[in-house]
């Protein structure tokens, strides 16, 4: 994989212009919302593979890429927004630099495209897991099972394996059905045989009786014994075959449909009124049936919800959890949807059956017809049995089903309006026959017979071929699911004791004895977390919101690990950290230093407070950190300091902006006075809205500096050091003597001077106030690394005074006497 080492952003989303140093290492980027930070993801997303998330996915129809990837004043000018992005391949020991148009994100310029290089970055394009947001952490913890599945199956590279389980699980249900049907074809070719013969059940004693009754009166042999290649009718062909049409049998036939016409107006009524009263309970609750098909779309509307904006509509609800429980509303209902369809489709199945057997029916009298040549009676039944054929495949499915409505009330026979009197007519012919003789009749028989026994034959092997299919799906089904339950849960168990693991780590004061399970089934995985000890519960059960938000993030970093093992080396973090509760934060810094040492994590906060706090627990460093202060349309992003500070304020006053480098400067200050109270332990006027006026912050600094160089020289002193003392001594002085600190009342405190009045200076008044403030900034930076000084540890009982590179080192611990 890859680390980034600098990143230049031009026109792409809120920014117009920002270089970014990385310097392979961790960053951070905090400032207020709106202040541009998620542009900066975006961008680095879009330069490494070409998308923004953001703009993807459901929830998003109309944005794209093309027309909302370039700043708003570019977008008829997408040339101009590009990404530009230097990246080190630590397996290959090399960097290149990737550079990506808004108006060809498939066309990027790589230097050196070295194949080595083109496929590793092929690789992170083919990953953009490795960004996650805030809106997206919760998408593995409050989610049905399913889902869940789905989308961890999708982060580890594994989705072929839910695929194939969908695809044999489709041919195995398909399979069923034919075995259904094929079972249902042996019910009606049985029915048929057993009519012509006249045996009350199908026993082969039975059987043979019938017919060695009209082969004894032939004068033909008997059969002993019925096996599969028996002939019934076996030596007719030397007496001289007879046709294949026996009066009695037809007779039989033809009253078996006209008895069953007397059931047509009841056949499959409680089905057809129960599908009926389905279809209506469906057309005045319009939202069921919308809740079903649209299930997908609310479980990831319910994973977005990130406040009171809708993220399917956009509609502004009253609060999140009122949101929350409509799109939970919806889903209750789309459950309940779900149970309807399933008792429509099996009353569509029953009545597919009865149409079967009536099919059945149909085919015999169909055939006397024709050799009794009644074609136009002939033709209506031929009619009515492809119409009924035509029927089924709309019976087993929902759309189908609701397309017949009309149909069920009406009747869903539809009984040929002629079929009466045709069929008292055919009967009427065929008994007004002469009655055959006894030779005929038992020739007829017998062909009949066989005919209808090869049938029945014939129905048995596609039964038999049908139920070896759907065993064979079955099986083959059921031993891939056992197969990937073993692969998913030796997979899952290395997952579950990471996450395990991590979120202890970062609840390490109350939840040391956290566990995890994960435990996959066919298409599911289900998860639930231990609660002190109280048993596994699913995790939305006790915890708190902001636990739920660390599950999602511990479970996300387990998951990149199994992913990518030693090659996790970068991941984008939108937002998603100030989820962890705030009193958790210094371990969650633990858990990324000890568990990810070589991951280079890019880390947005618009909490002010937990960008320090990563400094302090030195994740991240002044170089290594990023604060923007504001945004506007025209600027983009404003950076609250940076390295380059006294640069631009050079640069602006070269060019008479005063104006400009008053504005710099304040911020500057703002920005210094706040970092530095934090890091000395300054102690303002408590105020509870936390908004310090840079008139309160500074002088506190100043005096809590002299304060810990006075202690640092006590030190000294007691321990007998005297060069320390005199290093002591010496920075008090130059930090009292500093023109800058000697004029705070007049620059800095007084409310009247503020950065307003500056711009009213002359470039000759304001550049000794900027050299003032460089100088008396300096006093608190280590001359060796240059990061701010802070006391360690952080609270009463603090022991030195140190930079981040440890050159600038002072004891403030008096010896004990």
Same mark, same amino acid.
């Given at each position: @994989?890859?680390?980034?080492?600098?990143?230049?952003?031009?026109?792409?989303?809120?920014?117009?212009?920002?270089?970014?140093?990385?310097?392979?290492?961790?960053?951070?980027?905090? *400032?207020?919302?709106?202040?541009?930070?998620?542009?900066?993801?975006?961008?680095?997303?879009?330069?490494?593979?070409?998308?923004?998330?953001?703009?993807?996915?459901?929830?998003?129809?109309?944005?794209?890429?093309?027309?909302?990837?370039?700043?708003?004043?570019?977008?008829?000018?997408? $040339?101009?927004? %590009?990404?530009?992005?230097?990246v080190f391949f630590p397996a290959l020991g090399k960097s290149a630099t990737?550079?990506?148009?808004?108006?060809?994100?498939?066309?990027?310029?790589?230097?050196?495209?070295?194949?080595?290089?083109?496929?590793?970055?092929?690789?992170?394009?083919?990953?953009?897991?490795?960004?996650?947001?805030? =809106?997206?952490?919760?998408?593995?913890?409050?989610?049905?099972?399913?889902?869940?599945?789905?989308?961890?199956?999708?982060?580890?590279?594994?989705?072929?394996?839910?695929?194939?389980?969908?695809?044999?699980?489709?041919?195995?249900?398909?399979?069923?059905?034919?075995?259904?049907?094929?079972?249902?074809?042996?019910?009606?070719?049985?029915?048929?045989?057993?009519?012509?013969?006249?045996?009350?059940?199908?026993?082969?004693?039975?059987?043979?009786?019938?017919?060695?009754?009209?082969?004894?009166?032939l004068g033909l042999p008997t059969i002993e014994v019925l096996t599969a290649?028996?002939?019934?009718?076996?030596?007719?062909? !030397?007496?001289?075959?007879?046709?294949?049409?026996?009066?009695?049998?037809?007779?039989?036939?033809?009253?078996?449909?006209?008895?069953?016409?007397?059931?047509?107006?009841?056949?499959?009524?409680?089905?057809?009124?129960?599908?009926?009263?389905?279809?209506?309970?469906?057309?005045?609750?319009?939202?069921?049936?919308?809740?079903?098909?649209? =299930?997908?779309?609310?479980?990831?509307?319910?994973?977005?919800?990130?406040?009171?904006?809708?993220?399917?509509?956009?509609?502004?609800? $009253?609060?999140?959890?009122?949101?929350?429980?409509?799109?939970?509303?919806?889903?209750?209902?789309?459950?309940?949807?779900?149970?309807?369809?399933?008792?429509?489709?099996?009353?569509?199945?029953?009545? *597919?059956?009865?149409?079967?057997?009536?099919?059945?029916?149909?085919?015999?009298?169909?055939?006397?017809?024709?050799?009794?040549?009644?074609?136009?009676?002939?033709?209506?039944?031929? $009619?009515?049995?492809?119409?009924?054929?035509?029927?089924?495949?709309?019976?087993?499915?929902?759309?189908?089903?609701?397309?017949?409505?009309?149909?069920?009330?009406?009747?869903?026979?539809?009984?040929?309006?002629?079929?009466?009197?045709?069929?008292?007519?055919?009967?009427?012919?065929?008994?007004?026959?002469?009655?055959?003789?006894?030779?005929?009749?038992?020739?007829?028989?017998?062909?009949?017979?066989?005919?209808?026994?090869?049938?029945?034959?014939?129905? @048995?092997?596609?039964?038999?071929?049908? !139920?070896?299919?759907?065993?064979?799906?079955?099986?083959?089904?059921?031993?891939?699911? =056992?197969?990937?339950?073993?692969?998913?849960?030796?997979?899952?168990?290395?997952?579950? !004791?990471? %996450?395990?693991?991590?979120?202890?780590?970062?609840?390490?004061?109350?939840?040391?004895?956290?566990?995890?399970?994960?435990?996959?089934?066919?298409?599911?995985?289900?998860?639930?977390?231990?609660?002190?000890?109280?048993?596994? %519960?699913?995790?939305?059960?006790?915890?708190?919101?902001?636990?739920?938000? *660390? @599950?999602?993030?511990?479970?996300?970093?387990?998951?990149?690990?199994?992913?990518?093992?030693?090659?996790?080396?970068?991941? /984008?973090?939108?937002?998603?950290? @100030?989820?962890?509760?705030?009193?958790?934060?210094?371990?969650?810094?633990?858990?990324?230093?000890?568990?990810?040492? #070589?991951?280079?994590?890019?880390?947005?906060?618009?909490?002010?407070?937990?960008?320090?706090?990563?400094?302090?627990?030195?994740?991240?460093?002044?170089?290594?950190?990023?604060?923007?202060?504001?945004?506007?349309?025209?600027?983009?992003?404003?950076?609250?300091? #940076?390295?380059?500070?006294?640069?631009?304020?050079?640069?602006?006053?070269?060019?008479?902006?005063?104006?400009?480098?008053?504005?710099?400067? =304040?911020?500057?200050?703002?920005?210094?006075?706040?970092?530095?109270?934090?890091?000395?332990?300054?102690?303002?006027?408590?105020?509870? $809205?936390?908004?310090?006026?840079?008139?309160?912050?500074?002088?506190?600094?100043?005096?809590r500096m002299k304060d810990i160089y006075g202690k640092a020289a006590e030190?000294?002193?007691?321990?007998?050091?005297?060069?320390?003392?005199?290093?002591?001594?010496?920075?008090?002085?130059?930090?009292?003597?500093?023109?800058?600190?000697?004029?705070?009342?007049?620059?800095?405190?007084?409310?009247?001077?503020?950065?307003?009045?500056?711009?009213?200076?002359?470039?000759?008044?304001?550049?000794?106030?900027?050299?003032?403030?460089?100088?008396?900034?300096?006093?608190?930076?280590?001359?060796?690394?240059?990061?701010?000084?802070?006391?360690?540890?952080?609270?009463?009982?603090?022991?030195? /005074?140190?930079?981040?590179?440890?050159?600038?080192?002072?004891?403030?611990?008096?010896?004990?006497?």
């Open positions: @994989m890859i680390k980034l080492e600098k990143a230049h952003i031009e026109e792409v989303r809120g920014i117009r212009k920002l270089d970014i140093d990385f310097k392979k290492e961790t960053f951070a980027i905090s *400032g207020p919302n709106g202040s541009g930070k998620s542009g900066v993801i975006d961008a680095i997303e879009f330069g490494l593979t070409g998308q923004i998330g953001r703009l993807t996915g459901r929830g998003t129809k109309g944005l794209s890429v093309a027309e909302h990837g370039p700043h708003v004043d570019k977008t008829k000018f997408p $040339d101009a927004a %590009f990404v530009e992005l230097k990737i550079t990506r148009k808004v108006s060809s994100p498939k066309k990027p310029k790589i230097v050196p495209a070295d194949p080595d290089v083109k496929a590793v970055l092929d690789e992170i394009a083919d990953h953009p897991e490795i960004t996650l947001s805030r =809106r997206e952490i919760l998408r593995f913890i409050l989610v049905e099972p399913t889902k869940r599945s789905e989308e961890i199956q999708t982060i580890l590279k594994v989705e072929e394996i839910g695929d194939t389980r969908g695809a044999l699980n489709t041919a195995q249900n398909k399979l069923q059905l034919a075995l259904r049907t094929a079972a249902s074809q042996v019910d009606s070719s049985r029915e048929v045989l057993q009519r012509h013969l006249q045996i009350a059940t199908f026993q082969a004693t039975d059987l043979l009786a019938a017919v060695n009754q009209r082969r004894e009166a290649d028996t002939k019934l009718d076996s030596g007719l062909a !030397e007496s001289g075959k007879a046709p294949e049409f026996n009066k009695q049998s037809a007779l039989r036939d033809l009253k078996a449909l006209s008895d069953a016409s007397g059931t047509f107006p009841d056949l499959g009524k409680t089905e057809a009124t129960l599908i009926l009263s389905g279809i209506s309970r469906l057309e005045t609750e319009p939202a069921l049936l919308d809740a079903f098909q649209r =299930r997908s779309l609310i479980e990831k509307g319910l994973d977005l919800v990130d406040g009171p904006e809708c993220p399917l509509c956009d509609q502004l609800w $009253d609060d999140e959890q009122q949101l929350r429980e409509h799109l939970k509303t919806k889903l209750a209902k789309s459950e309940e949807a779900a149970r309807l369809q399933e008792g429509l489709l099996s009353a569509g199945a029953e009545l *597919g059956r009865h149409a079967a057997r009536l099919l059945g029916l149909l085919g015999q009298t169909l055939k006397i017809a024709e050799s009794q040549g009644g074609s136009d009676f002939a033709k209506l039944l031929a $009619d009515w049995a492809k119409d009924l054929g035509d029927l089924r495949a709309p019976l087993i499915n929902l759309d189908g089903l609701l397309g017949l409505k009309d149909r069920l009330i009406n009747g869903w026979l539809e009984v040929p309006k002629e079929l009466s009197k045709g069929l008292a007519a055919l009967t009427g012919k065929v008994d007004a026959m002469p009655d055959q003789t006894a030779t005929l009749d038992a020739q007829t028989f017998l062909a009949t017979a066989q005919l209808r026994l090869g049938d029945y034959r014939e129905a @048995m092997r596609k039964k038999k071929t049908a !139920e070896a299919a759907s065993t064979s799906a079955k099986t083959a089904y059921d031993a891939y699911c =056992r197969a990937m339950e073993e692969e998913l849960n030796s997979l899952y168990d290395d997952v579950q !004791e990471d %996450f395990s693991t991590f979120y202890r780590t970062i609840n390490e004061d109350d939840e040391v004895k956290f566990t995890a399970k994960l435990t996959p089934s066919e298409g599911r995985l289900d998860l639930d977390v231990n609660f002190y000890e109280r048993g596994l %519960f699913p995790p939305g059960a006790f915890h708190s919101e902001g636990h739920q938000d *660390g @599950m999602g993030v511990c479970l996300y970093l387990a998951l990149m690990k199994r992913l990518f093992g030693d090659r996790f080396t970068i991941a /984008l973090l939108d937002d998603v950290v @100030m989820s962890v509760d705030s009193g958790h934060r210094y371990q969650f810094c633990k858990l990324l230093k000890t568990h990810f040492p #070589n991951t280079q994590f890019v880390i947005t906060t618009h909490d002010r407070l937990w960008a320090e706090q990563m400094r302090s627990a030195g994740l991240v460093s002044a170089k290594t950190s990023l604060a923007f202060h504001s945004w506007t349309v025209d600027t983009g992003p404003l950076v609250e300091s #940076n390295v380059e500070i006294w640069d631009e304020i050079e640069a602006a006053l070269a060019k008479g902006k005063v104006e400009t480098a008053a504005a710099g400067l =304040r911020h500057h200050l703002e920005y210094a006075s706040r970092h530095l109270a934090d890091h000395l332990g300054a102690r303002p006027v408590f105020r509870a $809205d936390g908004n310090y006026e840079l008139g309160e912050l500074l002088p506190s600094v100043l005096s030190s000294a002193q007691s321990w007998g050091n005297i060069a320390a003392k005199e290093a002591a001594a010496d920075r008090k002085k130059m930090l009292s003597s500093s023109s800058g600190a000697s004029n705070v009342e007049q620059w800095a405190v007084n409310k009247a001077v503020h950065y307003n009045e500056w711009a009213n200076f002359g470039k000759k008044d304001f550049e000794p106030v900027v050299t003032a403030f460089k100088e008396l900034l300096d006093c608190f930076r280590c001359t060796s690394c240059q990061s701010w000084l802070y006391v360690t540890p952080r609270g009463p009982n603090q022991e030195s /005074l140190r930079c981040y590179c440890s050159a600038f080192n002072m004891n403030l611990k008096v010896k004990s006497k």
